[in-house]
T-cell receptor, first 113, second 113 residues
């Protein structure tokens, strides 16, 4: 069964900490995405990557960075965590050229205190 | 104005009811229209997709797209408690870079036994 795996289901971090969220997919997909999901706001795109070492800003990149050193792994980095980054973070992937059918991970619930 | 607007809910219906979930959009370049279902503490999973206008049926689920009105719907017949979830509409088009999707904010549905 194809999978997108997010390394942590729940995380609690302190304000100012550097936080790494990891995502690994086993489908050889070129495109990978990081979203955050908040009540009343839906899914908002933070960053996406369409190839190794390539990245593009989404709609809300401020306070975040990403790393894609290998095709299967896409990392989201919170440089200095703040309480307004408390959210559900979802990783997704899709093959290049497809316009429907993301595969999502189960999400990481991050709380910043 | 958001590109995609979704009736926010929440919706609570009795078992067996017909459920109608709706989204409107403003970008006429959208060509693929999707519905994702998200159970509590899980990532979204693709339920149905439709290309351009028309209807598509899959068991108890029917997806409808009216491009002239920029309006899409998901109908659930004979709703079951197992249908209780958050439903997200999502859209994309050929001009969309990197296969990125635009999501509605989601409608939380509860089907009561």
């Amino acid at each position: 069964d194809v999978k997108v795996t997010q390394s942590s289901r729940y995380l609690v971090k302190r304000t100012g900490e550097k936080v790494f969220l990891e995502c690994v997919q086993d489908m050889d997909h070129e495109n990978m995405f990081w979203y955050r999901q908040d009540p009343g706001l839906g899914l908002r795109l933070i960053y996406f990557s369409y190839d190794v070492k390539m990245k593009e800003k989404g709609d809300i990149p401020e306070g975040y960075s990403v790393s894609r050193e290998k095709k299967e792994r896409f990392s989201l980095i919170l440089e200095s965590a703040s309480t307004n980054q408390t959210s559900m973070y979802l990783c997704a992937s899709i093959a290049r050229g497809r316009l429907y059918g993301y595969t999502f991970g189960s999400g990481t619930r991050l709380t910043v205190v | 104005q958001k590109e995609v607007e979704q009736d926010p809910g929440p919706l609570s219906v009795p078992e067996g009811a017909i459920v109608s979930l709706n989204c409107t959009y403003s970008n006429s370049a959208f060509q693929y229209f999707m519905w994702y279902r998200q159970y509590s503490r899980k990532g979204p999973e693709l339920l149905m997709y439709t290309y351009s206008s028309g209807n598509k049926e899959d068991g108890r689920f029917t997806a409808q797209v009216d491009k002239s009105s920029k309006y899409i719907s998901l109908f659930i017949r004979d709703s079951q408690p197992s249908d209780s979830a958050t439903y997200l509409c999502a859209m994309s088009g050929k001009e969309t870079s990197g296969s990125r999707l635009t999501f509605g904010e989601g409608t939380q549905l509860t089907v009561n036994p």
